[in-house]
């Protein structure tokens, strides 16, 4: 409830915002709303917000699985951590951008080169997590698989997954939110399509209703992604905790 | 055949670069089928020992032979999985477990009606019960328990106690039961193992012939004829009498 009054006091202030600076500098609420119809009758705002979804999606999905298996890989043996760990920091370090542009010189303006900057740009994030999350992994539940002869398969899914899980589940929160704003910088700086591109086309016409036409509808996907998919994910990832301690 | 330990050297290194010397040209055989109590002041190397025969501390020179393929353990905390129930726990350590053998195991530990229950819902006494039952569903040649009776109260202690007794009488199996706690030791054991403290030596052994049924009556005689081994209990573990 106070959620909702909340989001109306926004509009609302957006509004008065918008009286004040005039059309130039914050068009109105109805006025982006228009844009946004008729970019949406076009079908313009589907297959952009479509295209850039499904980056998003393809290199969240892809820094995932890499990050994790090396995140747990690193937490396992020390002397591959002791080796890569110099790397991962200067990769953590390195601005998004200086990735993003070294992968389309190296591999030209293409997909494949969006879908490896967006992929690098998430994946040391997802590696330190899950790499906290093998360090923790507790050793007296292991030897208790040991002493029972549990099998390999038998210790991944029953000893090891569900202690990893919420690492998991927190990489992957934090993960969305990055993502998708590389994947916006991605598209900007050298693809055709997709919801970055747009508001680099906005941007140059100086075109704000454009603009929030493309941003608002983005953010509301993300946030249903978030409080739909990943929050309830996270959740299932730790509900034995809720029975008692 | 029986299990024969033979440690030469066992030690642990410390933070400060020193080590502490816990097994020096220890060995100990358990005959096949005969339960032993080992019994000792805390931290004398009882839980290293059941470790190294469990196989779990591999980092020492010496060698156990004859340990056998199925072996049951239960360690000093319960080591449930926290997100399994206790039926699914217990299945787990033991896949071959009937739906029969599951709940004759469950109300052979009075726990009937616990099986769908998570481990975070058990007390302390309840969680070990489980963690006993899971080392008997395995049917083990060999079972170690590594004070099993630790931090529970009183009451409790002596029901598991006589639950334990019963249970481990009445299947043919090699048991080794670390305790400090003469009473556990001359209740269930065929024959009790003094041990010194670190590095551990056998200061004597002591078999009790008398059936595990008629013990309790007879536990005054019992705590006299260990007396000779001068056992100082630790204060407040129940044993009034055992001290000489």
């Known amino acids: 409830m106070t959620r909702i009054v909340s989001l109306c006091l926004f509009v609302a202030l957006w509004q008065v915002g918008a009286l004040l600076l005039g059309p130039r500098y914050l068009p109105e609420p109805m006025a982006v709303a228009a844009t946004l119809l008729a970019e949406a009758r076009s079908g313009a705002l589907a297959f952009n917000l479509g295209v850039t979804l499904a980056r998003v999606l393809a290199g969240f999905s892809l820094a995932m699985v890499i990050g994790s298996a090396l995140g747990v890989a690193l937490g396992r043996l020390t002397w591959l951590d002791r080796l890569v760990d110099p790397w991962l920091v200067i990769v953590l370090n390195t601005p998004a951008l200086v990735v993003i542009m070294f992968a389309y010189i190296w591999g030209g303006l293409n997909e494949v080169s969006a879908l490896a900057a967006i992929t690098l740009n998430k994946l040391p994030n997802a590696v330190v997590t899950l790499r906290e999350g093998a360090r923790a992994l507790d050793p007296a539940l292991d030897e208790m698989a040991k002493v029972f002869v549990f099998s390999r398969l038998r210790r991944w ?5 569900p202690q990893l899980a919420p690492y998991f589940a927190a990489a992957a929160r934090g993960g969305l939110a990055l993502v ?7 598209e900007l700086l050298g693809r055709p399509n997709g919801v970055g591109f747009k508001m680099n086309e906005a941007f140059q016409l100086f075109d704000l209703r454009l603009l929030l036409a493309y941003a608002l509808p983005f953010v509301a996907l993300m946030i249903l992604v978030e409080s739909f998919v990943l929050r309830p994910a996270e959740r299932s990832a730790s509900w034995w905790r809720r029975h008692g301690a | 055949m029986a299990l024969e330990i033979e440690i030469a050297r066992k030690a642990f290194r410390l933070a400060d670069r020193g080590e502490r010397i816990v097994f ?4 100990l055989s358990v005959a096949e089928g005969s339960i032993v109590a080992l019994l000792g002041p805390s931290g004398c190397g009882k839980s290293s020992l059941l470790r190294i025969i469990a196989g779990l501390d591999t980092d ?3 060698v156990v032979t004859n340990r056998p393929a199925r072996v049951g353990m239960a360690f000093q905390e319960p080591r449930l999985l926290p997100w399994r129930s206790v039926a699914d726990n217990l299945r787990l350590a033991a896949p071959g477990l009937t739906d029969e053998a599951l709940a004759a195991l469950l109300a052979a530990f009075e726990l009937e009606g616990r099986g769908g229950d998570y481990p975070g819902q058990l007390s302390l006494g309840l969680a070990r019960r489980a963690a006993l039952a899971r080392a008997f569903a395995v049917e083990p040649e060999l079972m170690l328990l590594d004070e099993p009776f630790a931090s529970l109260d009183r009451a409790l202690h002596l029901r598991l106690r006589a639950l334990l007794a019963q249970r481990i009488g009445a299947k043919k199996i090699t048991a080794l039961i670390a305790t400090h706690d003469l009473d556990d030791a001359l209740l269930l054991a065929d024959e ?5 403290p670190a590095p551990a030596r056998i200061r004597g052994r002591l078999p009790i012939p008398a059936p595990r049924g008629s013990r309790d009556e007879n536990l005054t005689k019992l705590r006299a004829s260990a007396a000779i081994y001068q056992v100082n209990d ?3 573990n129940g044993n009034s009498e ?3």
């Open chain 1, 157 to 161: 899914r029953h000893v090891v997954a």
């Open chain 1, 180 to 186: 998708w704003k590389i994947v916006l910088v991605v």
């Open chain 2, 24 to 27: 020096d040209r220890f060995s």
């Open chain 2, 60 to 62: 020492f020179s010496g």
């Open chain 2, 192 to 196: 009790i193992i003094f041990l010194e």
């Open chain 2, 234 to 236: 630790a204060p407040g």
């Open chain 2, 242 to 244: 055992g001290a000489t």
